[in-house]
């Protein structure tokens, strides 16, 4: 396979299909992430690598769809140890995004939203923690989801934090998108044909949009109104977001060194930039602070479930416009990151399905809209979206 977007970390790593099913025929590929019999996953990360051994046993989603009749074809290019949304790999390279060379791909799942994106599967895996399938499902245009929290199993999955880390897909169309979701998410009651009532809009989200970005957004939406009952503008957060940032950085973090810190102090791997200073952040989190937020956290979940019920939806910008350009000055990548966590950590708190689809601005770049569903309501919001292709 032709890998001239720098996607693959092995584009000869594949597998048959095991079964006929409901994929039959769908090519796909995973983030370097998950348990293949035989190969060891690099995390992003060459000291991983050296560090580990080979799986004895792929991952279980791995086997679910192989039973259902897709064809695995590659491991892809992941940020190091998925502790990053920007997509740029110092030591394996950055995957090129097809729909915007000259920008970012969005990480951590970066090589699997490019695989998608450039046509070379049919739909990709990757894992989402505070954004990972989002965000460069966003950037690279493709549909994406992050299913309600412990949904879909994550055995045989590297973790980040585990509280957070879900197994997310994406894909160019509604129609895929919905197929994979009807395998990996067959343990939910569907409830596909309740309609949803109500639109719910964040202002404190949609101020983090861009002028172009939230115009072009904002005329989409219109379109949908007719669709429900009523819509209300609200803020999310009283106390403002950087508040509910703060409280998924602190339990990200708490979970993050208890998963990987005694491996980074005894081999002190060799990080790119960002990746090392957040994992010393992360080792400076006490347990105190982690109790905290955790009470914190679990009054937005009671508030957002409250807030959706089973018939709303909160919808809101993906990211906060198009892809960045690549090699930006560390100030402003980081300030990015800020608003983008702003946006992505909605979901993540509440452990809560979200799915982002592409929209393009005048220039045919793309920019994401999200759709934030109620708990367990994921086949529901997959088949709604599928519809949004009928306007």
């Known amino acids: 396979m032709l890998d001239k977007f720098n996607t693959f970390i092995n584009k000869d790593l594949v597998i048959e299909p095991k079964h006929f099913g409901t994929l039959n025929g769908l090519l796909f590929a995973v983030k370097d992430v998950f348990d293949i019999e035989g190969n060891t996953s690099s995390a ?4 991983w690598l050296r560090t580990h051994q080979r799986a004895e046993t792929n991952a279980s989603v791995i086997d679910q769809l192989l039973h ?7 491991t892809t290019i992941t940020d190091e140890l998925m502790y990053s949304l920007h997509g740029e790999n110092v030591h394996y390279g950055t995957p090129i995004n097809p729909n915007a060379p000259q920008s970012i791909p969005g990480g951590s799942s970066s090589g699997s939203a490019v695989a998608v994106a450039a046509g070379l599967v049919d739909f990709a895996i990757g894992t989402d923690t505070g ?36 197994v997310g897909w994406m894909t160019r169309d509604t129609e895929t998108l919905l197929r994979v979701g009807q395998v990996l998410l067959k343990k939910l009651k569907s409830h596909t044909s309740k309609r949803f009532k109500g639109f719910l809009f964040a202002e404190d989200a949609w101020s ?16 949908l109104e007719n669709q429900v009952d009523a819509s209300h503008w609200l803020h999310i957060s009283e106390e403002g977001l950087s508040k509910w ?22 081999e002190k791997p060799a990080f790119g930039p960002g990746i090392a200073e957040r994992f010393q952040m992360a080792s400076m989190i006490t347990e105190e602070e ?6 914190v956290r679990n009054k937005i979940r009671q508030y957002m479930e409250e807030l959706l019920g089973e018939d709303k939806l909160l919808i809101i910008p993906t990211v906060p416009g198009r892809a960045p350009y690549l090699q930006l000055p560390s100030d402003i990548v980081n300030q990015i990151r800020a608003d983008t966590l702003k946006l992505s950590c909605i979901a993540g708190l509440a452990g809560l399905p979200q799915v982002t689809i592409p929209l393009k601005d005048e220039k045919e770049k793309p920019i994401g809209l999200s759709f934030i569903a109620g708990r367990n ?11 949004l292709n009928t306007l």
């Open 208 to 223: 983090l949009a861009d002028k172009d970005s939230k115009k072009i957004l904002h005329n989409f939406i219109f379109k």
């Open 131 to 166: 954004g990972s399938v989002r965000v460069p499902s966003a950037y690279c245009g493709n549909f994406g989801i992050r299913p309600t929290h412990n949904t879909v199993s994550i055995d045989g999955v590297i973790p980040l934090a585990s509280s957070f880390d879900t």
């Open 290 to 295: 982690n109790t905290q937020q955790l009470l």
């Open 68 to 74: 259902e009749g897709a064809k695995l074809t590659g």
């Open 245 to 266: 940032v703060n409280t998924f950085r602190v339990l990200q973090g708490y979970e993050i060194w208890k998963a990987h810190g005694e491996w980074v102090q005894n």
């Open 377 to 387: 309501q994921d086949l529901r919001l997959l088949k709604w979206v599928s519809e």
């Open 44 to 47: 992003g990360n060459p000291d």
